[in-house]
C-alpha cells in the first residue's frame, strides 16, 4: 500500500498551538487528503495522534526514528 505523506518542519512552543495545528492536519487525514504525518515537533504528533483516534474509522500508528521524526499516520479499522 501506498501512503500519502505530508512533511513540515513546523515547531511550536506550546502544545495549544501545536494541538490547533493538528486538528487542521485531522482533518486532511479525515478527507483522504494524505494517509500520514511527518514532523519534528513531538507536541504535534501528539496531539495529531490524540485527536485521529478520536474516530473508529481509523487505527492510528505512530513511530519515533532515529533522528527524532515524529510519524503519525492512519490506516482503516477493522471494525
Not at 518542519?9 to 487528503?33: G, T
Not at 511527518?38 to 487505527?59: C, G
Not at 505512530?62 to 521524526?69: G, L, Q, V
Amino acid at each position: 500500500m501506498t501512503y500519502k505523506w505530508k512533511v513540515e518542519n513546523f515547531i511550536f512552543d506550546s502544545l495549544f498551538e501545536a494541538d490547533v495545528w493538528a486538528d487542521s492536519i485531522a482533518n486532511e487525514m479525515y478527507a483522504k487528503l494524505y494517509d500520514g504525518y511527518e514532523t519534528s515537533d513531538y507536541k504535534i504528533a501528539y496531539a495529531l495522534a490524540f485527536r485521529l483516534a478520536e474516530t473508529r474509522e481509523f487505527r492510528v500508528i505512530t513511530e519515533r526514528s532515529i533522528d527524532d521524526r515524529y510519524k503519525v499516520w492512519v490506516m482503516p479499522s477493522k471494525n
